[in-house]
T-cell receptor, first 114, second 115 residues
Framework: AQKVTQAQTEISVVEKEDVTLDCVYE???????LFWYKQPPSGELVFLIR??????QNEISGRYSWNFQKSTSSFNFTITASQVVDSAVYFC???????????FGAGTRLFVKA | EPEVTQTPSHQVTQMGQEVILRCVPI?????FYWYRQILGQKVEFLVS????????KSEIFDDQFSVERPDGSNFTLKIRSTKLEDSAMYFC?????????????FGEGSRLTVL
C-alpha cells in the first residue's frame, strides 16, 4: 500500500524566516513519482514540482527547494525567506508505477505573518 | 492558457437526490480524474479514467458513484443518491499522460453541500 505522511499539521512563521515542510512516503514500487502541490486560500490546487524515484538530485527554484532522500523515504520542501503570499496548505503526493492514482498527504497549513 | 473548468461551482442538494458534476478537461489531455476534499481535510482520490473506461478507483468510489465522458469534451461525476457525508469539494483533473509523466491539472472545484 502507498502512504504519504505530513506530520506537521500547521506551521506559523514570521516573514523572511526559512521554513521546511516534511514529507515521508511509503511504497513498494521501485518506480514512483513524488509531487508537491500548493492550495492557497482561494482553494485551487497548484502544481509545484514532480520528482521521479531515480532522480535524487535536489532542486531549487527561486525561493523554493526540495530535498529528496530515498534512504529515509523523505521529500522535504523548504521555502527560503518566506513571504505572506506563501501562506497556504501544501500537499505532498505520491504516484506509483501505474500512474493512474496519485495519493495525497494530509497537508501542512503554513501561516506566514508579516 | 488552457485550463480545466468545472460546473457548478457550488451545488446544494437534499439527501437522497442525484447530483451530476461536470468538468471540461484540457482538450488534448487523455487521462481524467476526480478527487474530493472534505472541508479542511486531505485530497482523496476517487477515480481515474482513460480510453472511455475506469483505470483505477478507490474504495470511496462505490456503486453510488459513476463517471462518464458523454461527448468527447465533458467528463462527469454522478452521485446517485447523495448522503450527508458526500458534502465536499470535488476536483476534476486531467493530464496528457499518466500522472507519472507530469502534473495533474486541476479545476477550481465544485462544492457540494448535502442537506
Amino acid at each position: 500500500a502507498q502512504k504519504v505522511t505530513q506530520a506537521q499539521t500547521e506551521i506559523s512563521v514570521v516573514e523572511k524566516e526559512d521554513v521546511t515542510l516534511d514529507c515521508v512516503y511509503e511504497t513498494r514500487d521501485t518506480t514512483y513519482y513524488l509531487f508537491w502541490y500548493k492550495q492557497p486560500p482561494s482553494g485551487e490546487l497548484v502544481f509545484l514540482i514532480r520528482r521521479n524515484s531515480f532522480d535524487e538530485q535536489n532542486e531549487i527554484s527561486g525561493r523554493y527547494s526540495w530535498n529528496f532522500q530515498k534512504s529515509t523515504s523523505s521529500f522535504n520542501f523548504t521555502i527560503t525567506a518566506s513571504q505572506v503570499v506563501d501562506s497556504a496548505v501544501y500537499f505532498c503526493a505520491l504516484s506509483g508505477t501505474g500512474g493512474f492514482k496519485t495519493i495525497f498527504g494530509a497537508g501542512t497549513r503554513l501561516f506566514v505573518k508579516a | 492558457e488552457p485550463e480545466v473548468t468545472q460546473t457548478p461551482s457550488h451545488q446544494v442538494t437534499q439527501m437522497g437526490q442525484e447530483v451530476i458534476l461536470r468538468c471540461v478537461p484540457i482538450s488534448n489531455h487523455l487521462y481524467f480524474y476526480w478527487y474530493r476534499q472534505i472541508l479542511g481535510q486531505k485530497v482523496e482520490f476517487l477515480v481515474s479514467f482513460y480510453n472511455n473506461e475506469i483505470s483505477e478507483k478507490s474504495e470511496i468510489f462505490d456503486d453510488q458513484f459513476s463517471v462518464e465522458r458523454p461527448d468527447g469534451s465533458n467528463f462527469t461525476l454522478k452521485i446517485r443518491s447523495t448522503k450527508l457525508e458526500d458534502s465536499a469539494m470535488y476536483f476534476c483533473a486531467s493530464s496528457p499522460g499518466t500522472a507519472n509523466t507530469g502534473e495533474l491539472f486541476f479545476g477550481e472545484g465544485s462544492r457540494l453541500t448535502v442537506l
